[in-house]
């Protein structure tokens, strides 16, 4: 019951912009940096009216910040550091000015691995995971209750290969998602073509992970990211070298597979698909595909009660390698992050029929590569 009290506050802070109170609602964008200390990441005011941006504020001297997750009440955000380097990376701790936009350093401590990738945070907010990608891996940080990150205190590597050469010689923990009841942590491995599944414990004020198998995914299908539907009931595998989207019936900790769908308008030689999120409402679900013959957003709506989904259409994303994107906390606009044509592009979203429509405003960043959210009360 805890754990489901978490995840109903988790939908309400989502959707806080959606109420008829004064709010806030900022855009925060990681990039990637060329390796280079430079600003990587930015924030933004999004006026939910006009659907315009401004900049409020940048932070310097940052490396390869290329993933952001923001705490669930949006008073943290938290980064990868140092991604994609031939050294152990990172993960920084920000404190958010929600009167401002300006982020407030905190800390950083060592990933435990090179290139570290996604970021994911317990229900409470007090617990946070890392999933390193080169050097496969989980490390595990408390986070205090000022947003202060402790060194992490269980780090969990793997050794493992699947079928595609160069992409899946070893083990790539790609993401991390926790169950919609907090007892179990789900771990995408591209590298093994597994969903590594792991029991939750807490103990002595401790989170730790207790390994309890993994879902075995199709040969060559990679997958990268995972979301779970709002009803708690369904998840969802986005497939990055398979370009395929995975649907599955969660119980209990069990992920149960009802069907694949393809992810790309048309068959490609070579698939990159990157990210996916469900609409607020529970209607729709959203995937990118990143070339090389397609960049675009598929749209499906959701059976919510099957959990199967159908295909709506296709959307091109007005730039290259889509490889984030994020949904506003209403449900009304989609913001898509172009990393290799530097831009971030703005859609509205029709609720009614999942439809996107490209709307003018254009954002020019460098090599923007994760998109966050958060609408701030402001009475």
Same mark, same amino acid.
């Given at each position: 019951?805890?754990?489901?009290?978490?995840?109903?506050?988790?939908?309400?802070?989502?959707?806080?912009?959606?109420?008829?109170?004064?709010? *806030?609602?900022?855009?925060?964008?990681?990039?990637?940096?060329?390796?280079?200390?430079?600003?990587?990441?930015?924030?933004?005011? !999004?006026?939910?009216?006009?659907?315009? #941006?401004?900049?409020?504020?940048?932070?310097?001297?940052?490396?390869?910040?290329?993933? &952001? +997750?923001?705490?669930?009440?949006?008073?943290? &955000?938290?980064?990868?550091?140092?991604?994609? /380097?031939?050294?152990? @990376?990172? $993960?920084?701790?920000?404190?958010?000015?929600?009167?401002?936009?300006?982020?407030?350093?905190?800390?950083?401590?060592?990933?435990?691995?090179?290139?570290?990738?996604?970021?994911?945070?317990?229900?409470?907010?007090?617990?946070?995971?890392?999933?390193?990608?080169?050097?496969?891996?989980?490390?595990?940080?408390?986070?205090?209750?000022? @947003?202060?990150?402790? *060194?992490?205190?269980?780090?969990?590597?793997?050794?493992?290969?699947?079928?595609?050469?160069? +992409?899946?010689?070893?083990?790539?923990?790609?993401?991390?998602?926790?169950?919609?009841?907090?007892?179990?942590?789900?771990?995408?491995?591209?590298?093994?073509?597994?969903? +590594?599944?792991?029991?939750?414990? #807490? %103990?002595?004020?401790?989170?730790? /992970?207790?390994?309890?198998?993994?879902?075995?995914?199709?040969?060559?299908?990679?997958?990268?990211? !995972?979301?779970?539907?709002?009803?708690?009931?369904?998840?969802?595998?986005?497939?990055?070298?398979?370009?395929?989207?995975?649907?599955?019936?969660?119980?209990?900790?069990?992920?149960?597979?009802? =069907?694949?769908?393809?992810?790309?308008?048309? *068959? =490609?030689?070579?698939?990159?698909?990157?990210?996916?999120?469900?609409?607020?409402?529970?209607?729709?679900?959203?995937?990118? %595909?990143?070339?090389?013959?397609?960049?675009?957003?598929?749209?499906?709506?959701?059976?919510?009660?099957?959990?199967?989904?159908?295909?709506?259409?296709?959307?091109?994303?007005?730039?290259?390698?889509?490889? %984030?994107?994020?949904?506003?906390?209403?449900?009304?606009? #989609?913001?898509?992050?172009?990393?290799?044509?530097?831009?971030? $592009?703005?859609?509205?979203?029709?609720?009614?029929?999942?439809?996107?429509? *490209?709307?003018?405003?254009? /954002?020019?960043?460098?090599?923007?590569?994760?998109?966050?959210?958060?609408?701030?009360?402001?009475?």
């Amino acid at each position: 019951m805890k754990h489901k009290l978490f995840f109903f506050c988790l939908i309400l802070a989502s959707q806080l912009g959606c109420v008829n109170s004064p709010t *806030k609602t900022y855009l925060f964008i990681g990039s990637f940096t060329e390796g280079k200390p430079k600003k990587g990441i930015h924030v933004y005011e !999004f006026n939910t009216n006009t659907a315009t #941006l401004k900049p409020l504020y940048a932070v310097a001297k940052t490396v390869n910040p290329s993933f &952001l +997750r923001l705490s669930h009440d949006g008073s943290f &955000l938290y980064s990868v550091m140092e991604s994609q /380097l031939p050294t152990n @990376g990172k $993960v920084a701790a920000f404190a958010v000015d929600s009167l401002s936009g300006n982020l407030k350093f905190l800390n950083i401590q060592d990933s435990g691995g090179r290139n570290p990738a996604h970021l994911s945070i317990t229900g409470m907010g007090n617990y946070l995971v890392n999933s390193n990608y080169t050097d496969a891996g989980i490390s595990i940080f408390k986070a205090d209750k000022d @947003g202060v990150l402790q *060194k992490q205190h269980q780090l969990i590597t793997f050794k493992d290969s699947s079928i595609i050469k160069g +992409r899946q010689d070893a083990a790539h923990i790609h993401s991390t998602n926790f169950s919609p009841d907090g007892d179990f942590l789900f771990a995408q491995d591209l590298g093994a073509d597994k969903i +590594r599944a792991f029991q939750v414990q #807490l %103990n002595s004020q401790r989170l730790t /992970l207790v390994d309890s198998g993994f879902i075995p995914i199709k040969p060559g299908s990679g997958p990268r990211h !995972f979301t779970f539907h709002p009803n708690g009931k369904f998840g969802y595998a986005i497939a990055e070298l398979s370009g395929s989207i995975i649907a599955y019936k969660y119980s209990k900790g069990n992920l149960r597979y009802v =069907q694949d769908y393809p992810s790309y308008r048309t *068959k =490609q030689d070579r698939y990159r698909a990157a990210d996916i999120h469900i609409s607020p409402d529970g209607l729709f679900l959203y995937a990118s %595909n990143r070339g090389p013959k397609e960049d675009s957003i598929v749209i499906f709506s959701i059976d919510v009660q099957t959990g199967q989904l159908n295909l709506v259409g296709h959307e091109p994303t007005y730039g290259e390698h889509p490889r %984030n994107f994020c949904i506003s906390p209403c449900g009304n606009f #989609l913001l898509v992050a172009n990393q290799f044509t530097n831009n971030v $592009v703005v859609f509205q979203r029709n609720k009614k029929t999942g439809i996107l429509t *490209k709307l003018p405003q254009e /954002l020019n960043v460098e090599n923007p590569s994760s998109l966050q959210m958060f609408s701030y009360r402001i009475d």
